[in-house]
């Protein structure tokens, strides 16, 4: 990646910024600001150069998700979705590919979606389901063959960017085989049909609404070309499904101590040691938590689903939203009541901080999962409950 991407960011986080209090008053989805991400060709942050994109690592991608989300988190938090879409499909080396089965005309079109990121497109995620949540061997939506191709049919819920993006991620069982659960890039338009639902308490611009399918889409939309790779796939890249989150959130925790900064010196309250304690410690454990998703970030790219690499980036996960929360709430305190308004930047992103210890894998799960860990137990198998 080179430096662009990073100088881009942080050229349009203020304006993300100056933009984000009518979004999440409004409930209203960031247009513009995704019309500033296309220009600045990071829908291709994640793309390999060979296909026209930048080529980032995920610590790169960790550095960039950060940096959009001290504008608004909101925005940040859709552009994760993308990236972990193109990030997920262009980390299939050939030796991978080999591994998992997967033909040269799967790779091909792996190659198409990716290209078309590069030039613009892209992509959101539909996984989640009411009842199920993010657990993949729990899902209600099925998809079967046809003669045209892969029909799918179900709802999937907290779809974000839902009536924006090109094409969905889509998670399925198969209806033969209700153990079987794949992914397609179903592309936006008929058979697609978006249920308004999002009205939340954080990430309100994130149009996180209910997504109904049924739809039949061409052969060539199952990813990898191989059924089942599902369930492979989120043991191998935890990275993309655990904590691309993670810097989102290191972002938010830093813009909630910007705006904490800006209303203390306006109001003439930044002499009071006990302000400058809370600043201090919130300072202190955000960049703690940031150490700690680069760490993740720099093992995943030198040793991608390594027994230690996945255990860095659950923690990462789990650090990173609840300092967010309570970095947001100890600033806001430390601000006072009139920076709980509505409208005030503390207020949204008290609200938005909130957030980060809910989304899969939520801090229980995180914490569960290093617990069985320590313990020396498997912990994407063990417990009472699937993992995935």
């Known amino acids: 990646m080179t430096v662009h991407a990073l100088e881009a960011a942080r050229r349009l986080a203020p304006r993300f910024a100056a933009r984000a209090a009518q979004h999440d008053r409004d409930g209203s989805f960031p247009v513009d600001d995704f019309r500033d991400l296309r220009e600045a060709g990071l829908f291709g942050l994640l793309v390999p150069c060979a296909l026209g994109g930048m080529g ?28 972990s879409v193109t990030g997920a499909l262009g980390a299939v080396t050939e ?22 990121a590069a030039g613009g497109s892209w992509y959101a995620v539909a996984m989640s389901e009411r009842g199920a949540g993010a657990r993949l061997s729990q899902l209600s939506t099925v998809y079967e063959t046809t003669d045209e191709g892969w029909h799918l049919k179900g709802s999937k819920t907290f779809c974000s960017g839902a009536g924006h993006a090109d094409g969905y991620l889509v998670a ?39 997504l109904h399918l049924d739809v039949t889409v061409p052969t060539d939309r199952l990813l990898g070309g191989v059924e089942g790779l599902a369930l492979v796939v989120a043991q191998l890249m935890p990275h993309w499904l655990v904590a691309s989150y993670a810097a989102v959130y290191v972002g938010v925790a830093r813009a909630a101590i910007d705006a904490a900064v800006e209303h203390l010196n306006a109001r003439n309250l930044a002499g009071l040691p006990a302000v400058r304690a809370r600043l201090g ?53 430390a601000a006072g009541t009139s920076a709980t308004r509505r409208g005030h930047p503390l207020e949204r992103l008290y609200r938005d901080a909130r957030c980060g210890s809910l989304h899969p894998a939520t801090s229980d799960v995180c914490a569960d999962w290093l617990g069985i860990a320590a313990l020396g137990g498997d912990p994407d198998r063990d417990g009472s409950a699937p993992r995935w």
């Open 172 to 210: 399925a069982r198969s209806a033969a085989d209700q153990s079987v659960v794949s992914q397609f890039l179903v592309p936006a338009g008929d058979g697609l049909t978006v249920e308004p639902t999002w009205d939340a308490l954080g990430m309100r611009a994130t149009s996180s609404h209910d």
């Open 95 to 116: 030796e991978l590919a080999e591994a998992l089965g997967v033909p040269d005309e799967a790779l091909a079109a792996r190659d198409r979606l990716l290209t078309a």
């Open 281 to 333: 410690r919130a300072d202190a454990t955000t960049a703690a938590a940031q150490l700690v998703v680069a760490e993740a970030a720099r093992r995943v790219d030198e040793a991608p689903g390594d027994e230690e690499t996945n255990r860095w980036v659950w923690r990462a996960k789990l650090l990173a939203g609840t300092t967010a929360a309570e970095v947001a709430a100890s600033v806001l305190e």
């Open 56 to 83: 980032a690592t995920f610590a790169e991608y960790a550095a960039v998700a950060t940096e959009l989300a001290r504008g608004n988190g909101a925005t940040a938090l859709v552009f994760n979705m993308h990236a």
